[in-house]
């Protein structure tokens, strides 16, 4: 149990917990933008036969013929139940089967035709020519679709492809969201003195989306230590993941940690040297994370990107839910004098981040246009402009 840790202490005690979901079967066209969960093997040779690249004529390759006899015609789907002779010649189509005997296709372009014979430089060509044989795509048993590969469309056309109906992935986490404070009140609805809108609740809620969780059950509770445990512990049986927003700092109706704990939640670490988002809480209860949010949409938004979001990447199967940042140089200099890490509001801008203005906590103005966030390291009193940041998109 850990308090007021390091940005890289907090990210290093969440990276050893690798909480990962179970894998389920999923259909190709409800498997979309997941992780695979094992490899995926070719149940069958693609081509299953010896086909047509093109169209044209099928000949038995001779360097010196260069006439032939046609004597069928063979479409794609047709199943030819012959042998070709050698001087002669079928007429194929791109996809078709060659028949047995045959071993090279002659384009039409390069073909003059008269009646029933063809004629055709055979300099142009060699043995085997425009013939997909049997097995050149894979055979059967190889792996086409290695584990923790994200599928894409192109994944879903290879697999219907071979046949494949299903595929096994990690699902999206069950994720509920409880937001707490007397004060939040839904949109549509005409604020009172005293009150703010409801804005972590939908900023999260797209974050989910975009992220490709769709099951988040959203729950709202009065500042009441009785009515925080008792939602705490509702949500708790229901999800993978607990996220919660408000009521973890350290004032008299801040009710959160303490509801935790009579949960039976595990501290793992609880308030960061940054700004903003000092004071979140981390917990576990057996297999499920718990996230307890700063109120201040600013802080929700910075925890989420940095710590929540490469959680849920990782239960998803993302190999990549850790990457670090990409790393711009900044636009203009910064100082700072506290000692934590800063997480800065900030566009791209011709190559180069840009900090943008309105960096309070407060302040949203400058969440409508950020492309992301920039890091500044505890140490780092002075950053020079051209000095490479670390900077994390959303």
Request: glycine content about 10%; aromatic content about 10%; some cysteine.
């Amino acid at each position: 149990m850990k308090e007021f840790v390091t940005v890289s202490e907090a990210k290093s005690i969440l990276k050893s917990q690798k909480i990962r979901g179970g894998s389920v079967h999923l259909s190709l066209q409800k498997s979309l933008g997941k992780f695979t969960a094992s490899s995926v093997l070719a149940p069958m040779d693609v081509p299953s036969f010896d086909n047509s690249g093109m169209d044209g004529y099928a000949i038995i390759w001779d360097e010196k013929g260069e006439g032939r006899e046609v004597v069928e015609v063979i479409q794609a789907g047709a199943k030819p139940d012959f042998v070709l002779e050698k001087g002669k010649a079928v007429r194929i189509f791109t996809g078709a089967p060659v028949p047995e005997g045959a071993d090279t296709v002659i384009p039409q372009e390069e073909i003059v035709r008269t009646d029933e014979m063809i004629f055709f430089n055979a300099q142009k060509f060699f043995r085997g020519a425009n013939v997909r044989k049997k097995g050149a795509q894979c055979k059967v048993g190889w792996e086409v679709v290695p584990a923790g590969t994200k599928i894409t469309p192109g994944t879903i056309g290879l697999l219907a492809s071979l046949g494949i109906r299903e595929v096994a992935v990690f699902p999206s986490p069950k994720v509920s969201l409880i937001l707490t404070g007397d004060e939040i009140l839904d949109l549509g609805n005409e604020l009172l003195p005293g009150q703010i809108y409801n804005s972590n609740g939908p900023a999260l809620e797209s974050y989910f989306e975009m992220l490709g969780i769709h099951e988040v059950k959203i729950f709202k509770v009065k500042d009441e230590a009785s009515e925080v445990t008792k939602v705490i512990s509702e949500a708790l049986e229901n999800s993978d993941f607990l996220l919660l927003t408000g009521g973890i700092s350290v004032g008299d109706y801040d009710f959160v940690k303490g509801s935790l704990e009579q949960n039976g939640v595990e501290q793992l670490f609880y308030k960061i040297r940054q700004r903003p988002g000092k004071p979140l809480f981390v917990g576990k209860r057996a297999e499920k994370l718990i996230f307890a949010l700063p109120g201040n949409p600013a802080s929700v938004l910075s925890c989420f990107s940095q710590y929540v979001k490469p959680c849920l990447l990782e239960w998803m199967g993302n190999p990549q839910a850790w990457n670090g940042p990409s790393y711009l140089p900044i636009e203009k200099d910064f100082d700072k004098k506290i000692p934590m890490t800063f997480f800065l509001k900030a566009k791209i801008d011709s190559g180069k981040v840009q900090l943008l203005p309105g960096q309070e906590s407060f302040n949203m103005l400058p969440f409508g246009v950020a492309d992301g966030l920039v890091e500044i390291p505890q140490d780092a009193e002075h950053t020079e402009e051209g000095s490479l940041v670390a900077f994390y998109p959303w």
